[in-house]
């Protein structure tokens, strides 16, 4: 898979972030596809390989086990990232229902990243390094209380990792890394252990 990128005129008063959003707001992006928003640039990301899709169902089944009535879990989801000026289609979001219900039906304006409780990334070949390092630290700067990151093309081999307790310099303070075949125990307010031996690699 490979991401195409939308080349942008620049805007002639300046306001790159309106600019860009307003630019991705009128992208006609083909079914299945997603536009994201990184360093200035609009990019196309074609529609995730059915193992990603996968994975993707088995932690949304797992969370669904114990999720508070006022959380609910989204895919395809736009979060932005305002001040350092990115905008991500994540694979998974959970966010308070409110926020969605609440949100203006007539415009595609994205939800602010700070307001999800977890955000989840699966790489795949093309994208894994900005999975570890962009996407990282730009959900752990907007405040993102834990990043799920599903690695299936770590060196060390796949792995499944959740961040918590976000710094404003862009790291997390806590990481608990498992190998594919050990469960992650996820804290408050999911309390659920994630089984990873059925995840494909």
């Known amino acids: ?16 972030w309106e600019y860009l959003l307003h630019t991705w707001q009128e992208l006609d992006v083909p079914e299945g596809w997603r536009a994201e928003i990184d360093e200035g640039r609009s ?3 074609p529609p995730p390989h059915a193992h990603r899709n996968g994975i993707a169902a088995k ?6 086990a114990n999720l508070p009535d006022e959380l609910e879990i989204y895919q395809t989801l736009g979060v932005q990232v305002a001040p350092l000026g990115k905008l991500y289609v994540p694979d998974l979001v959970v966010m308070p229902s409110e926020l969605i219900d609440s949100a203006d039906p007539d415009t595609s304006i994205p939800m602010d990243a700070s307001e999800a409780l977890l955000i989840a990334e699966i790489t795949s070949k093309v994208n894994a390094g900005e999975d570890r390092t962009k996407k990282y630290r730009a959900y752990a700067r907007a405040g993102v ?10 060196t060390r081999g796949a792995t499944a990792t959740l961040f918590t307790e976000p710094n404003d310099d862009g790291t997390y303070k806590q990481s608990d890394p498992v190998p594919f075949g050990k469960p992650l125990v996820w804290p408050a307010p999911f309390d659920v252990t994630l089984p990873t031996d059925g995840f494909p690699g």
């Open 1 to 16: 898979m490979t991401a195409a990128m939308v080349e942008h005129q620049q805007d002639p008063e300046g306001r790159q």
């Open 43 to 45: 990019s196309l990301v």
């Open 59 to 64: 932690v949304q089944r797992c969370l669904y």
């Open 145 to 154: 209380s834990m990043y799920l990151l599903i690695d299936r093309f770590d």
